[in-house]
């Protein structure tokens, strides 16, 4: 993958929604392969995140980063352990990595002079909150190309 300049674009919220369906379809040797992002990530290939929304209920980027770094189905049993990444890596998969997927790294994917400045504010530090409440965090404010988009002072908006 690395040699021919591909990306691994991934959806990790499938750990999550499917994963029990992983468990009962797949042999233990294959399971133990399934979704290998940290495998991805130490041999220099790209990894991107996304929802595939509306396959999925959930197309909340938090409990797909959730689900990245727990790798849990539903019923509880954890799915390829030894390929867990953390929290940062996840948050970068679904923005620098999505942007150098698409294309776009030149002027997305980061906060940084020369990009667009497309972000959220949450109200606590991903960095910093326990695993299980990622999917709790709230957005308090989104600012599309460095200008404030939402909330938005029109109630009618």
């Not at 409990?63 to 990444?85: P, Q």
């Not at 497309?118 to 404010?141: G, H, N, S």
Request: with cysteine; glycine share 8%; hydrophobic share 45%.
């Amino acid at each position: 993958m690395r040699r021919l300049g591909l990306v691994a674009v991934s959806q990790p919220i499938f750990l999550d929604e499917l994963g029990d369906n992983f468990v009962n379809a797949l042999d233990d040797d294959y399971l133990a392969r399934c979704y290998p992002v940290r495998r991805f990530l130490e041999q220099a290939i790209p990894v991107a995140f996304s929802t595939d929304a509306p396959v999925v209920q959930s197309f909340d980027p938090w409990s797909g980063i959730k689900a990245a770094v727990l790798r849990r189905a539903r019923s509880g049993v954890v799915i390829a352990a030894a390929e867990t990444i953390s929290v940062a890596q996840a948050i970068e998969a679904y923005t620098a990595g999505s942007a150098y997927a698409e294309g776009t790294e030149s002027f997305k994917g980061h906060l940084a002079p020369g990009q667009v400045a497309d972000f959220v504010v949450v109200d606590r530090d991903p960095l910093r909150t326990e695993i299980e409440a990622l999917d709790q965090l709230k957005t308090e404010e989104v600012y599309v190309g460095g200008e404030r988009r939402w909330p938005t002072d029109d109630a009618g908006a």
